[in-house]
């Protein structure tokens, strides 16, 4: 497209800029990015810079800002995580060469890198122990493909599956940070729940031909210079080919170089893990708590104590995917047990693990290009840590400490000991990062640059003595380059071959000859030094690509090993044992506890709990007990203690046999959802809805407080339903812990055969309450709802209100409250008469009481009348028997 009335310059902006619309420009002018138009506009607010204008005097000015070159990365990262793309357009040749040119014309431009959210390569903009996914889907049939890469890391996976729920689920779990989708998708009905899983991250929506299936096999080949990708195992899923195909096109789109690292994808199903959904993961606060968004008070918090950035990538993702086979699992389990075993060993391991950079990261930067020095200088110690760990892992058996390769980098390490300079800047074009004695040329190159300086001293000295001027200077400018300065007032004694350049206030500036022969030859020096050492810089990086492969396996290798060993660490340190895993479908845990409560209770100490689920007498467990007395401590802790056996760690427990659980479900009352505009109660019942839909009998249900938001009758009902639905679910049952305060469902163990009765014991005390925090078998039939508002702090007078009002209710007296209640069902009643009847109970003692007390001899006739009186009204309170 031509744009007549725009200056040349503008006219290459905008033809630039035609084919990033979707990206924010930066355009290289001088040592500055420019950016243009609403661009401007919309980065100069959010990177708060001043907006100005370009042709201020025309009719209609340019808005623009620019942010300096060398601090480039800092802006790029705030637009980045504001969720835009920035297109970097840089001078693609050398504007010095355009001197020699007869003819002016603008210097060459292009973009050469698009930087958006998923494709950052910069530490700077990533976090170390979070994986940066790019995530796509494609649709081929009845199928659903999934692929996600994290080019920082070269992790690439695939998938494919006609399960559609369990794809919104995985792209939830994968939580990338940009998605590429179809076009086509938008069309669909179920788009917006895709949409509504990525939680408003950056989407590029491209065109079919990018998903097209035949195009993205080729593609993928063509990238891992393969000929079918059935050494993958994916040749068969169209779906996940077209989606991971479709990745590799933006790569290319976005990088515009090469991406040697990414030499293959791992095929995965999504039924080979424990399926955790995403409500799961925030319920049970696994990576996050809940109150404050960060890992401290989470799980992943008092577990992780990694020592290497893969190690704490690796570590996360195995809390989020564990296993479903039982041999990979006691693999774990060995080697841990191994790990507590050889302690000592271990220690020495992890403390090698703090020279080792993160070498996957370190592995990407180098195949694609971006690597500096310095990070040549952390492969290197990272590599040279290795041979030590290697040999410390001779003296373990269990499989996970056996790696699949050697780890002899000696050539490599040795090149690198050679050629690199530890002291080397981070910018690579600037020279100072080759050492000496590696290349004969670059040497002869740095003695003449540094063999100048004390020629340029010795010059001085010359001069001096030779015009007398004891004053004279040898100095430099970026104008003039090198020359003499020699004061006003003795510039009569400078001999006839100094030339002058420069008069100023004070001073007369000359130069020779000699001065500048020298000068040619130094600073050609110093040019040609940067260049070659940034060639040398190059083809050692190119060098290191040989090694991708092998540095990429041993990352991952180190990634393991610091998983299991921190695994090991903390079982050691928190007293985990062992979990046995069984096949007959039971979960038994004695004394177990939270690992988390555990750790950060004040003030009392953490009551272990044993519970026991299976499949035949005890299923479905109601656990009733008053707010605060631990009930949902020990429905988490319980989940918790699964999912941690079935991610191979030791758990908080004094012994544990658990079957393999293929999902974990919970319905939790802490989350609701009122932004999205959906009320707290149908969230919990759409969460409900979800549970009853998907749970198999191989499951296991947490579901507290059910019923919650509504009334009483109507809650009452659902949770009754809904615990009869789960013990019955698919004829089997699933186990479930289920903790109400509606006291009428204990009722259900005497009508369900596995269903079965709990509760935590708290004891009465004066009129207060203490938690015993022990799980007992037993239904409970009182709230303490009262004592529990008081230690609340609620006032005291409101508390008494509420006491009487209690009474009230309890004797069927009318209050406001009464009239609600007297049309109770049958069950309701019957706890009612509970209640009841231990309060006629006490009233029958205070009258016996009373009439054991009276002093008959002492009582006058009409206060013996009142006293009848007063008795009769207190009698016929009690109902005839
Ligand atoms: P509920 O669900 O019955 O209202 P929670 O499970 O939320 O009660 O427990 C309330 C608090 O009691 C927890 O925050 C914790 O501090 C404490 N707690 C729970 N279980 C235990 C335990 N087994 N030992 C010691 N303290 C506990």
Redesign the pocket.
């Known amino acids: 497209m031509n744009y007549p009335e725009a200056t040349p310059m503008m006219q290459q902006y905008l033809s630039i800029k035609e084919k990033y619309a979707d990206a924010i420009l930066f355009y290289r002018m001088g040592d500055f990015y420019e950016m243009f138009f609403e661009d401007a506009e919309k980065a100069s607010r959010i990177l708060e810079i001043t907006l100005t204008s370009r042709n201020k005097n025309a009719e209609s000015p340019v808005p623009m800002c620019g942010v300096p070159y060398k601090a480039a990365q800092a802006y790029l990262a705030r637009l980045i995580n504001n969720g835009y793309k920035v297109a970097i357009c840089d001078q693609i040749e050398n504007p010095a060469d355009l001197k020699n040119e007869s003819s002016k014309r603008l210097v060459k431009r292009d973009v050469v890198r698009v930087v958006t959210p998923g494709m950052i390569m910069e530490d700077e903009l990533l976090d170390e122990k979070t994986n940066n996914y790019i995530l796509s889907i494609s649709q081929i049939g009845n199928n659903t493909g999934i692929s996600y890469l994290d080019i920082s890391t070269g992790t690439f996976r695939i998938s494919e599956t006609d399960n559609f729920p369990a794809i919104i689920e995985e792209i939830r779990r994968v939580a990338p940070s940009e998605a590429i989708l179809p076009e086509y998708l938008q069309k669909e009905t179920f788009f917006s729940s895709i949409t509504d899983a990525l939680h408003k991250k950056a989407i590029t929506f491209l065109d079919k031909n990018a998903f097209e299936y035949r195009n993205c096999r080729d593609r993928l080949n063509a990238q891992f210079k393969t000929i079918s990708l059935e050494g993958f195992g994916c040749a068969n899923l169209k779906a996940g080919v077209s989606a991971a195909g479709a990745i590799i096109h933006y790569v290319c789109e976005t990088q515009k170089q090469k991406t040697v690292h990414l030499s293959g994808i791992k095929t995965y199903r999504l039924d080979n893990f424990l399926l955790i959904d995403d409500l799961t993961c925030q319920n049970l606060e696994l990576l996050k708590n809940l109150r404050t968004g960060t890992k401290k008070g989470a799980l992943l918090g008092i577990l992780d104590r990694t020592n290497t950035a893969m190690g704490a990538r690796m570590f996360k993702n195995w809390i989020r995917c564990p296993l479903l086979d039982i041999d990979r699992i006691r693999l774990r389990h060995d080697a841990i047990e191994e790990a507590i075993a050889k302690k000592n060993i271990a220690r020495q391991i992890r403390e090698c693990f703090k020279s080792v950079y993160d070498l996957e990261r370190l592995g990407s930067k180098i195949a694609m290009g971006r690597a500096n020095a310095r990070d040549l200088t952390a492969l290197k110690r990272s590599l040279t840590s290795l041979p030590e760990i290697g040999s410390y892992l001779s003296e373990f058996n269990s499989d996970a400490f056996q790696p699949d390769q050697n780890f002899q980098f000696d050539e490599l390490t040795d090149l690198l000991e050679k050629s690199i300079r530890e002291d080397a800047p981070p910018v690579i074009n600037e020279g100072g990062i080759i050492k000496s004695g590696f290349n004969a040329e670059l040497d002869e190159l740095i003695s003449i640059s540094r063999d100048g300086k004390g020629w340029l001293a010795q010059l001085e000295v010359k001069e001096k003595a030779a015009t007398g001027i004891n004053s004279l200077k040898v100095k430099y400018n970026k104008v003039f380059g090198y020359f003499l300065e020699v004061p006003k007032s003795r510039s009569e004694s400078v001999p006839a071959h100094y030339v002058r350049k420069q008069t100023l206030v004070n001073a007369e500036r000359y130069i020779t000859d000699e001065l500048k022969k020298f000068e040619f030859k130094v600073m050609g020096a110093q040019e040609k030094r940067a260049s070659l050492e940034y060639k040398i810089f190059t083809e050692i990086r190119k060098e290191i690509i040989k090694y991708n492969n092998k540095i990429h396996a041993g990352a991952q290798f180190i990634a393991k090993l610091d998983t299991i060993l921190t695994l090991a660490l903390i079982a050691e340190e928190n007293e985990y044992t062992r979990p046995e895993i069984n096949t007959t479908g039971d979960i038994i845990i004695e004394e177990g506890r939270h690992p988390v409560?555990e750790k950060m209770?004040t003030g009392?100490?953490?009551?272990p709990?044993s519970i026991s689920i299976n499949n035949n007498d005890s299923q479905v467990l109601i656990i009733t007990?008053p707010?605060?007395?631990?009930?949902?401590?020990i429905l988490r802790q319980t989940a918790i203690i699964v999912l941690m056996a079935q991610m191979g760690s030791f758990v908080p427990a004094g012994k544990a046999s658990i079957c393999i659980t293929d999902k974990i479900f919970t319905r939790i009352g802490a989350l609701d959802n009122l932004s999205a505009g959906q009320s707290t109660f149908m969230v919990e019942m759409q969460e409900t809805a979800n549970i009853l839909n998907n749970a198999t009998s191989h499951s296991l249900i947490i579901m507290d407080e059910i019923g919650r938001g509504t009334s009483t009758f109507d809650g009452l009902s659902i949770a009754r339903a809904v615990a009869e639905f789960l013990h019955e679910i698919k004829d089997k049952g699933v186990k479930t812990l289920f903790?109400t305060h509606y006291h009428e469902l204990t009722d259900l163990e005497h009508t369900k055969a596995k269903i079965k009765n709990y509760n935590?014991a708290v004891k009465e005390w004066n009129d207060e309450i203490i938690f015993l925090?022990k799980l007992v078998e037993g239904g409970t039939n009182r709230s303490y709802g009262i004592q529990v508002a008081r230690l609340a702090g609620i006032p005291e007078k409101v508390i008494q209100r509420a006491k009487e009002i209690l009474f009230d209710i309890e004797n069927g007296n009318s209050s406001p409250d009464s009239q609600k209640i007297s049309p109770v069902k049958p069950k309701i009643r019957r706890q009612l008469s509970l209640f009841k009847k231990r309060e006629d109970q006490e009233r029958e003692r205070k009258i016996i009481k009373k009439l054991q007390n009276l002093d008959i001899s002492g009582t006058t006739p009409l206060e013996a009348l009142n006293l009848l009186n007063e008795l009769q009204d207190k009698a016929k309170k009690i109902p005839a028997a």
Do not use: C, H, L, P
Not at 604 to 607: D, G, I, L, Q, S
Not at 627 to 633: F, H, I, P
């Open positions: 409560v209770i009392e100490r953490f009551v709990n007990g707010n605060m007395a631990g009930k949902s401590t903790a935590i925090r």
